[in-house]
């Protein structure tokens, strides 16, 4: 764990400036089995200390790649001249943030810092499993993950706090011939908050996951293509969280509304159907922990959900303290960094629609001619809110009943029209929190979402 080298500075700290000073640790393993091979076993560790300076509408930075007193020293001297040139240059005449509440966080869950070999010698008894069970499949490859983030934050605004936030996963992908000779593939990611011996102990814990995927992965095998076009679908909750965070988060993140987002224009207005409520938690959901819990920002600020939409009306954004003040809002803790070189940025934490109160079957007979689509490899949008994801598992619905799967394809559309064609949400929540979000600095995220019924594009052959 790191040591408190950062309260002693607050003395330091310009007066009339709002301060933050970040000391930070990052560790990374990342080992993967390709047909039992060991291609690849990373370990990285990389820590150092980040200070930034407000005033007078800039920020000043500076960061060092050392995790001592001294360094911090140096850093906040540094952060605090940038600032005072930059504002004598550039000054906005905006004055000091508004001061945010006083207080302290500390969450320092077991963390138990693993030899590569726990790491390895799981993946291979797991690898084990699956070719001696399943010899038929074309390739098979295992990916065990692990990282964290550590930080001690001291901001002038009075606020300490000391956390780490570890997450582990174990990445299946199993691949098969199609019936016209080309390869089809599923994955599955599993694990999340927590260090890797909280979810993997002993591999047999994951036979009857590698036993259902080799059978979703064979079925797969005997896949149609997707009739394109304007298609009734049922989103899972994998792809109504993808929703969530890339084609209406990234929209109503509030510096990318200040650079002309089409949330800008439509706050308070209609942007889904009623039926549609969705959330930026910050440590809990729905009465649980939330798959990635953050307590605190980069900035100092208190960790507290952010409503978005409520009941299909777009009532929030995500802010720093900096848009927070710009619009007139309060700041709820959004803004992150990825490393102690980064500055903070506005970033998503737990994005997710809520459940609603439709059974899925229910969902699922109500569709003459459709799609389930179940899961996604990836997906991107842009400010305009236009996505496009890739489905990487569904099957045909037809006459209410769930049909043939389908290969590989994709899905498109505009979130706020697609979400206005919402009409059926399920009743419980699939979360997802195995990647990041890559805006300007990659982030561990959380995203979920019940089943959607709703209309989107899909594409064919």
Same mark, same amino acid.
């Given at each position: 764990?790191?040591?408190?080298?950062?309260?002693?500075?607050?003395?330091?700290?310009?007066?009339?400036?709002?301060?933050?000073?970040?000391?930070?640790?990052?560790?990374?393993?990342?080992?993967?089995?390709?047909?039992?091979?060991?291609?690849?076993?990373q370990?990285?560790?990389?820590?150092?200390?980040?200070?930034?300076?407000?005033?007078?509408?800039?920020?000043?930075?500076?960061?060092?790649?050392?995790?001592?007193?001294?360094?911090?020293?140096?850093?906040? *001297?540094?952060?605090?001249?940038? /600032? =005072?040139?930059?504002?004598?240059? +550039? @000054?906005?005449? #905006?004055?000091? $943030?508004?001061?945010?509440?006083?207080?302290?966080?500390?969450?320092?869950?077991?963390?138990?810092?693993?030899?590569?070999?726990?790491?390895?010698?799981?993946?291979?008894?797991?690898?084990?499993?699956?070719?001696?069970?399943?010899?038929?499949?074309?390739?098979?490859?295992?990916?065990?993950?692990?990282?964290?983030?550590?930080?001690?934050?001291?901001?002038?605004?009075?606020?300490?706090?000391?956390?780490?936030?570890?997450r582990?996963?174990?990445?299946?992908?199993?691949?098969?011939?199609?019936?016209?000779?080309?390869?089809?593939?599923?994955?599955?990611?599993?694990?999340?908050?927590?260090?890797?011996?909280?979810?993997?102990?002993?591999p047999?814990?994951?036979?009857?996951?590698?036993?259902?995927?080799? *059978?979703?992965?064979?079925?797969? /095998? =005997?896949?149609?293509?997707?009739? +394109? @076009?304007?298609? #009734?679908?049922? $989103?899972?909750?994998?792809?109504?969280g993808?929703?969530?965070?890339?084609?209406?988060?990234?929209?109503?993140?509030?510096?990318?509304?200040?650079?002309?987002?089409?949330?800008?224009?439509?706050?308070?207005?209609?942007?889904?159907?009623?039926?549609?409520?969705?959330?930026?938690?910050?440590?809990?959901?729905?009465?649980?922990?939330?798959?990635?819990?953050?307590?605190?920002?980069?900035?100092?600020?208190?960790?507290?959900?952010?409503?978005?939409?409520?009941?299909?009306?777009?009532v929030?954004?995500?802010?720093?303290?900096?848009?927070?003040?710009?619009?007139?809002?309060?700041?709820?803790?959004?803004?992150?960094?990825?490393?102690?070189?980064?500055?903070p940025?506005?970033?998503?934490?737990?994005?997710?629609?809520?459940?609603?109160?439709?059974?899925?079957?229910?969902?699922?007979?109500?569709?003459?001619?459709?799609?389930? $689509?179940?899961?996604?490899?990836?997906?991107?949008?842009?400010?305009?809110?236009?996505?496009?994801?890739?489905?990487?598992?569904?099957?045909?619905?037809k006459?209410?009943?769930?049909?043939?799967?389908?290969?590989d394809?994709?899905?498109?559309?505009?979130?706020?029209?697609?979400?206005?064609?919402?009409?059926?949400?399920?009743?419980?929540?699939?979360?997802?929190?195995?990647?990041f979000?890559?805006?300007?600095?990659?982030?561990?995220?959380?995203?979920?979402?019940?089943?959607?019924?709703?209309?989107?594009?899909?594409?064919?052959?």
């Amino acid at each position: 764990m790191l040591q408190d080298i950062v309260s002693q500075y607050k003395g330091g700290f310009a007066p009339g400036a709002s301060t933050e000073l970040r000391a930070q640790r990052n560790l990374t393993r990342r080992l993967a089995l390709v047909s039992g091979s060991l291609t690849t076993n990373q370990r990285t560790s990389v820590g150092g200390i980040g200070a930034r300076v407000y005033k007078d509408g800039v920020y000043g930075f500076a960061s060092a790649a050392e995790l001592t007193g001294e360094a911090a020293g140096k850093v906040l *001297e540094s952060a605090t001249a940038n /600032a =005072e040139l930059l504002a004598r240059h +550039a @000054g906005r005449g #905006t004055g000091a $943030l508004p001061p945010v509440a006083q207080g302290s966080e500390t969450h320092l869950p077991e963390y138990p810092d693993l030899p590569q070999k726990v790491y390895i010698d799981y993946l291979q008894g797991l690898d084990g499993y699956i070719k001696s069970k399943y010899p038929g499949l074309e390739s098979r490859t295992l990916v065990a993950y692990h990282d964290s983030m550590e930080k001690l934050l001291l901001s002038s605004d009075g606020f300490f706090s000391h956390c780490l936030q570890p997450r582990s996963y174990v990445y299946i992908f199993l691949t098969a011939k199609g019936r016209d000779g080309a390869p089809v593939e599923v994955f599955e990611p599993l694990g999340g908050f927590g260090t890797f011996d909280r979810h993997f102990t002993d591999p047999a814990g994951l036979y009857a996951k590698v036993d259902e995927l080799y *059978e979703l992965v064979m079925h797969k /095998a =005997e896949g149609v293509h997707p009739d +394109a @076009g304007s298609k #009734t679908v049922i $989103l899972g909750g994998e792809l109504a969280g993808m929703l969530a965070h890339e084609a209406v988060g990234h929209t109503v993140e509030a510096d990318l509304v200040l650079g002309g987002s089409v949330a800008g224009p439509m706050f308070g207005k209609r942007v889904a159907s009623e039926l549609v409520t969705m959330t930026d938690f910050a440590s809990t959901a729905f009465g649980k922990a939330a798959p990635l819990p953050v307590y605190v920002d980069d900035e100092g600020v208190k960790a507290e959900d952010a409503p978005l939409i409520r009941d299909g009306i777009l009532v929030g954004y995500m802010h720093n303290r900096q848009s927070a003040q710009h619009f007139g809002h309060r700041p709820l803790g959004s803004a992150r960094a990825w490393l102690f070189s980064d500055e903070p940025l506005i970033r998503m934490r737990n994005t997710a629609v809520h459940p609603g109160k439709d059974r899925l079957e229910d969902m699922i007979a109500s569709v003459d001619d459709g799609y389930y $689509l179940l899961k996604t490899g990836n997906g991107q949008a842009d400010s305009t809110g236009e996505f496009m994801f890739g489905i990487s598992m569904g099957y045909e619905i037809k006459k209410g009943k769930i049909a043939r799967p389908i290969l590989d394809t994709t899905i498109s559309g505009v979130a706020f029209d697609m979400l206005r064609s919402v009409d059926m949400v399920s009743d419980s929540v699939n979360w997802s929190s195995s990647g990041f979000c890559g805006k300007k600095q990659p982030m561990p995220v959380g995203l979920g979402g019940p089943a959607l019924r709703c209309r989107v594009t899909i594409g064919g052959r």
